[in-house]
């Protein structure tokens, strides 16, 4: 044994001559990286990377430097904060990237008739209530914002953007009743974007400076959109990411039942837009991880739903018993199907002087669906099935919802035994599988999704 320790200690100490220290030095150091890859001549070098969720946002800028995640980057002597540089300036769009096209806007747009949307009603009332927009050129969004847009191939606004966008760039709080799928994700995140560009990230960035130049510290999010599940947060993070695609804006999300130090390593990259249910958001502000005292935008969406779910202690713990700004000073907005007294009251306690958007009928069965009831025998229902999806065109989607988790394996199994691109999502599946059945539904690369009973009510949030 002596032996051995004596040739390994001489092995080492071989390490220890000046050339050799020169070529670890020459491969390791960061004086001799050079210039990061996003400022070199190759354009955005890292940025477009992501990783196994697809994620991007250019964290090659936002996750690194000083790890701040409000734009600082330090090495090389590049600061997007210098007080003499251009790229302070949170409107101007950044660099494109190729493949982070690709990811955030291959998709289609699928299901939305417009010529519906023209016939539905819309009453908007309040004092001093902004006109509607007929276009989204009606309203000024900036360039950012008009290039997302562009690239997510919205030809003009439903009739919920209309009216909620212009309200919400004149920063009035609203409290909209709308149907599912009438698009009013995008009616709440285009304005709030469109705002955090123009105006930058204020008092948020001295903040999370002031906790630390370095260490891993509690993000201020500027923006806080809570929803009822985390297959809706997942949703709605998604359009974020695809609205602040080449802005200086960061989105995250967080919801239960998913790996919390993952969430929490995302956080600490930096933070800007946060998506959260309530219950995994007051576990992050207890443990310190988010601060709201910075928040100037608050949406609370599908609210009859998260009420319904027993969320309102959680929901006012969050709002009232914390940090965030009061009514009056933040900007807050609220989206319901429904307009019942529990959400009344809640509109009351959190919202200043609010307009009142109804579209349709509030509490209606959305009229872009089509109820259509066959009675099929037992025997006979998979060959129906089969007859229903060879007369659906080659781009349509079909969710087929079924009773029980064995029955949605077995219909799986049958159908892509039968040649069909299908996938399945019910109560036995992990989060991660249930995101990436949800992925590839929307996507189109599996068109067919066969659900249970009990992942309707996340499903079609």
Request: aromatic share 10%; proline share 5%; charged share 30%.
């Amino acid at each position: 044994y002596l032996l051995h320790i004596l040739k390994l200690k001489k092995h080492l100490s071989g390490w220890s001559t000046s050339k050799d220290k020169d070529a670890y030095s020459s491969f390791g150091s960061r004086d001799s990286r050079g210039k990061p890859s996003y400022f070199s001549d190759r354009g955005s070098g890292s940025r477009g990377r992501f990783d196994d969720r697809g994620r991007s946002d250019y964290e090659g800028i936002s996750s690194r430097g000083d790890r701040t995640g409000f734009g600082k980057y330090e090495r090389s002597g590049h600061s997007r904060w210098s007080d003499k540089s251009d790229e302070d300036d949170w409107s101007k769009p950044l660099p494109p990237s190729e493949r982070l096209e690709q990811v955030l806007f291959s998709g289609g747009n699928t299901g939305i008739n417009f010529e519906k949307y023209d016939d539905i009603p819309v009453e908007a009332t309040g004092n001093n209530c902004p006109p509607h927009i007929e276009n989204f050129s009606d309203v000024e969004m900036g360039e950012i914002i008009m290039g997302n847009i562009e690239l997510t191939r919205y030809t003009r606004p439903t009739p919920v953007q209309k009216h909620a966008i212009p309200i919400i760039k004149e920063k009035r709080d609203l409290m909209a009743c709308a149907q599912t799928g009438s698009g009013k994700t995008a009616a709440f995140l285009l304005p709030i974007l469109s705002q955090i560009y123009t105006d930058g990230p204020g008092e948020a960035l001295k903040a999370v400076k002031e906790n630390g130049r370095y260490g891993r510290r509690k993000q201020y999010p500027i923006s806080l959109v809570l929803a009822p599940t985390r297959e809706l947060a997942v949703q709605i993070y998604e359009e974020a990411r695809k609205f602040s695609y080449r802005s200086r804006v960061r989105p995250c999300v967080v919801y239960g039942g998913a790996d919390i130090g993952q969430q929490i390593r995302d956080l600490e990259r930096g933070c800007h837009l946060l998506v959260a249910t309530p219950g995994r958001l007051v576990d992050m502000m207890e443990r310190g991880k988010i601060g709201l005292d910075f928040c100037k935008y608050l949406v609370l969406d599908e609210a009859d739903r998260m009420l319904d779910m027993g969320f309102e202690p959680q929901i006012r713990r969050i709002v009232e018993q914390d940090t965030m700004p009061p009514k009056g000073v933040r900007h807050t907005m609220m989206f319901s199907a429904t307009f019942p007294k529990e959400i009344q009251m809640l509109a009351r306690d959190f919202l200043d002087e609010y307009i009142f958007l109804a579209v349709g009928r509030v509490g209606s069965t959305s009229e872009n669906i089509t109820q259509k009831v066959v009675w099929v025998e037992e025997l006979d229902k998979r060959s129906f099935l089969l007859d229903l999806l060879n007369a659906t065109g080659k781009d349509s989607l079909t969710l087929v919802f079924v009773e029980t988790k064995k029955g949605a394996d077995s219909l799986e199994d049958f159908l892509y035994h039968e040649g069909y691109a299908c996938t399945s999502i019910h109560g036995d599946r992990s989060q991660r599988d249930r995101e990436e059945a949800l992925h590839q539904f929307r996507s189109g690369k599996s068109p067919i999704l066969v659900a249970t009973a009990v992942c309707i009510f996340l499903f079609l949030s």
